[in-house]
């Protein structure tokens, strides 16, 4: 499982395997395989290495052929995968459980927006069509049977315009766009992974709440000190998780916020509020956040 999980490659070619739909793609081992490449699928297209790459890492966008050689120097010469790039709507993702038995249990659709290639928020329920919704959970269903998993996995998809889904990847753990059940669902991902392993029943994924999650970037963090906790704090329905990293830097995941609400327009817009203290641009600016910080 982690060897089709781990190679973008072997992923895709999985993924079509089983019939499920993913963008155009082709393997790139050379120079001349990336032309071949382009011409098969066109422009604009994601090169990608096959290994080792996350929050957008080893991913380069190609709009024009003559791209390409800058590309795959860009790249390190390393074995790759050319994607078709797609002009999505939105990101969704499935985060969900196979138990010892064979059980399943899924936390729904889940909507993921990106900034630099970095998850920036994720909102539950996704605002989609119930048929897309549940279109996802089944190939995520597919997935997890087809791969015989027992744990937590997320699959994470493209939606068109014309709402076609189409699966860019799998993360075979649990995924940050669900750190949000910690809030909002009656079993969160985390229990759940524990449940599948040690052979326990899995949990209810009965949804309590809307919610939405924004990630803490090491950005967010002043050169000296911290964001304003407090004031974060002080805000109904919001909750901080912190990673306990020493060190803040540009990009780097260190925690994220969780809003719930009666609605997902609710819990964004209390996240938005969240949001502004902890980048320091809270209602008061610098004097109020340094009283509320005390
Ligand atoms: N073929 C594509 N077409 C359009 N956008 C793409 C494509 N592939 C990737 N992206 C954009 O880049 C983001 C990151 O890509 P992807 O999920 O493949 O890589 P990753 O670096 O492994 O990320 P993760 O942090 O999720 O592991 C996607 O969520 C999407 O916003
Ligand atoms: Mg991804």
Redesign the pocket.
Known sequence: MLAIAQN?LREKAFMAANGLPV?PFAPVHSAADLHTALAQIGTP??L?TAES???????VKISHVAEATAAWEAIGRQPAIL??????VK?LSVVAARGQQGDFAHYGAIE?E?RD???YRSISPALVPYEVAERAIQYAQIVLECLDVVGVLCV?F?LTADNTLLL??I?PRPH?SGHLTIESHQTNQFEQQVRAVCGLPLGSTAQLRPAAMLNLLGDVWPAHGQPAWAAVHAIPHVKLHLYGKHTARKGRKMGHLTAVGETVEEAVVVLSEAEKWAEGQGSGGAEERLIADR
């Open positions: 973008r963008p297209a994601v990608k790459g996350y929050d957008g890492k080893g991913q994607e078709g790039f797609v002009p999505f990101e993921n990106h290639h970095i998850l994470e493209f860019n990847e993360a940050n």
